[in-house]
T-cell receptor
């Protein structure tokens, strides 16, 4: 079984500052994928970034980067130069990867409510 | 727009009733996932189908069932509804048997179910 822990229920950040959202995970699987999703107030789930447990390099997607520390079982999301539109719920998730590369359903954390202040 | 379509967007019903939620995956996606999001439980994985076959099961109640049809659309059936079933139900799709290949699931906008 997998478990995702997000210890920050809410965060207030000044616009243009960098933000780090914490995520730790627990799994007995050797191969797994780590994901971050954004959920604005409108409700839809938006994929941000993916990191495979086998990836040696940290994933980056535009202003998003994933600080992956495998030994610590952490996968923190870093948002550089935050914008007002970044205000949303952010979910960390993971899935085991089978020998064929397929993943079962994602296990999500409870989320962090990020509010960007002008 | 993720390309995943869910209907209805909102549904209000009474306890004991049965409802069906429908999902059309992105064109070309073979895998469909159902999730339940509630305030107390967070986002819970319910079930996954791949090309018409059940592939993985999560915390899905026996009162709930799902299927994926030959045209790859999926339906989630919720029966003997209880107040606690009120939640946002998401459908997501991906290309392959899991999220591995593209690293992402594409989520629909959700169906908000209210049980009174």
């Amino acid at each position: 079984a997998q478990k995702i822990t997000q210890t920050q229920p809410g965060m207030f950040v000044q616009e243009k500052e960098a933000v780090t959202l914490d995520c730790t995970y627990d799994t007995s699987d050797q191969s797994y994928g780590l994901f971050w999703y954004k959920q604005p107030s409108s409700g839809e789930m938006i994929f941000l970034i993916y990191q495979g447990s086998y990836d040696e390099q940290n994933a980056t997607e535009g202003r998003y980067s994933l600080n992956f520390q495998k030994a610590r079982k952490s996968a923190n999301l870093v948002i550089s130069a935050s914008q007002l539109g970044d205000s949303a719920m952010y979910f960390c998730a993971m899935s085991p990867l089978d020998s064929g590369g397929g993943a079962d359903g994602l296990t999500f954390g409870k989320g962090t409510h990020l509010i960007i202040q002008p | 727009d993720s390309g995943v379509t869910q209907t209805p967007k909102h549904l209000i019903t009474a306890t004991g009733q049965r409802v069906t939620l429908r999902c059309s995956p992105r064109s070309g996606d073979l895998s469909v996932y159902w999730y339940q999001q509630s305030l107390d439980q967070g986002l819970q994985f319910l079930i996954q189908y791949y090309n018409g076959e059940e592939r993985a099961k999560g915390n899905i109640l026996e009162r709930f069932s799902a299927q994926q049809f030959p045209d790859l659309h999926s339906e989630l059936n919720l029966s003997s509804l209880e107040l606690g079933d009120s939640a946002l139900y998401f459908c997501a799709s991906s290309v392959g048997a899991g999220a591995y290949n593209t690293g992402e699931l594409f989520f629909g906008e959700g169906s908000r179910l209210t049980v009174l």
